[in-house]
């Protein structure tokens, strides 16, 4: 958070009164009260004015060239990859309307923005742009700015923007790190309503944080790297330590969540692990590999859970450690460990995928927008243990000429192709693959060998090639979307991936991803009931997306079922109780059944359901209102 804190309508009124009076001194005569304004915002605006900015001039400019946005977008491709899942959860998060999300490059440039459409019309949404510049020095006091110049989150409202041009917006900022203390970029919420949001704030904080752990663990893949908290089931959570070690176990990379935890030890890079913890991390290594966790101590006496990440380093770490007689090397145990697939189907579908991976086979991967299709195709790349990166492309994302852009047109740019040679490409609805793409791409597929745009030379690629669509190749072909001589060979692994509401392992899914949150949470049945009934067309998309609302409005312990909101007003609500049996011998002995087999199937309520042939609401029905505990079910 900001170094101030905001709350209560006094509070408030005395804030605006000394902004008030700093905004006429400023305008005025070029000076200020300093106690007039939070100290962020105080400093800020002396260094606008150290940058010579007129608080009554109206920005002009500050935008890229294309080209200029094209090398900076190119150069933060990673960034923009795994912040673009973040942007869109988070714009569904935000409730009401006049709002953006944006996110910026460490030197200030917007990469990508969501703009909602009363604020697109806007100034504010006509000036926040791709290739729009954000800095102090730029645009004086605005929270991207003051976030790139802190390297702390940052909340600016209304008039407390230098420039009186921006004073009709609030915008709330927070950075993403490396891992080695630099800033990697910045995650921004602007709204038209200069009403203080406290709330989106911690939403933006939270995005900003998955952002960075995933860029932390995919720029590391080559490396060990271990997750820790203090309790164990937070290991799948956006609060965990990440650390990354060097091949002599020296901490090379750590997230916030980690300084926080290790607090006290001074600078942690290049610090060697057993100086941080009390035992040589060669001594966990083999255990750590086959998936297992481990509680360990630091050196202030403070216990931590901790496990690897299965990445390619564990991979190659946990073949040299075993015989191989053959070049194909087993999956580590834990390759599963951090996703939900109790769904048999699933499951039964998944334990293939290893085996296809690493013999090199082409992996199509079909399934509804938000059922995991990204989340598969990067369980693939580690099966596969290959060298090389996990490239994804996304042929809608791509700007130009996109047949440049996969196959390259020189040294200086070789193309998508050419960065996961040795690796896996992705592409994220080949069906949106211009017919000059595909049909290059049957030559990569069948011999593995390319020409860039312009160049006759014939390029060797040999890289594992993993595609998926939302709707069967079959139908792609129909619809004149997909060749139909690609099509036949993209079909030598074919994986479709359930919606939502076709998975058995829902109750799974719903306690996994609560445990996700900051706050340890319950749910109870009858608001379990409520999702449950649900058709979820946007899939875990749109299920986290209600949780984390649900979260927010949460007061107490457990999420009830006036918790959930987001969801048609026509669903059916589940009773907390079934006063319906009471009174009923038959009714309440059915009862009684159904709650003692929900006992000893742990929780699971799917199980119950199929065993007596029942659906899910059927049992919620019976079930009295009591919370679910995190981790009690495995449905």
Known sequence: MTARTWGGAEAMDHTHSGLSRARRALEGSGRFPGGALPGDISDSWTRSLSHGIDPLARPEGFVQTARALADVRSQHADLIRFARPELEVLYDQIAGSNFMIALGAPDGVVLDTLTDTQFGDSDAGRAVIPGSVWTEEARGTNALGLCIATGRPAQVYGGEHFL?????????????????????????????STVRQQHTAALVQMSASNIENSLIRSGHDRRIVVVFHPRPEYLSTLSVGMLVLDDDFRIHAVNRKGL??????????????????????????????????????????????????????????????ATVHSSVVAPSPNLFRDIVIEDPSLRRALATLPAAAQRGAVITIIGETGTGKEVTARLAHAAAARSGDFVAVDPRSLSGDVEASIFGQSDAEPGLLARADRGTLYFDEVTALPPVVQAALIRVLDVGEYRRVGESQVRSIDALIVVSSSRTLEKAVEEGKLRADLRFRLEGYLLILPPLRERSDFTALVLRLLATQDRRLQITPSALGRLAAHDWPGNIHELRGVLERAEARCLGESIGIDDIDGLPDSRPLLAPVCP????????????????????????????????????????????????????????
């Not at 216990?303 to 990445?311: K, T």
């Not at 009684?592 to 049992?619: E, P």
């Open 580 to 635: 319906a049996c009471e009174g009923s011998v038959w009714k309440e002995q059915q009862c009684r059944s159904i709650r003692s087999l929900v006992n000893t199937h742990g929780g699971s309520i799917s199980k119950v359901a199929r065993q007596l042939g029942v659906s899910r609401t059927t049992v919620y029905k019976h079930l009295e209102e009591r919370p679910f505990l995190l981790g009690s079910s495995r449905g």
């Open 164 to 192: 009186r041009a921006h004073q009709d917006v609030s915008c709330i900022s927070a950075p993403i790190f490396d891992g080695r203390g630099k800033l990697a970029g910045v995650l921004d919420a602007s709204s038209g």
């Open 260 to 321: 926080h935890f290790l607090t006290g030890f001074g600078s942690l890079i290049g610090t060697d692990f057993a100086q941080v913890f009390d035992t040589d991390f060669a001594t966990l290594i083999r255990r750590l590999l086959t998936g297992e966790t481990l509680r360990v101590r630091d050196r202030m006496g403070s216990a931590v859970s901790m496990r690897c990440v299965a990445n390619r380093a564990t991979f190659a770490m946990a073949g040299r450690g």
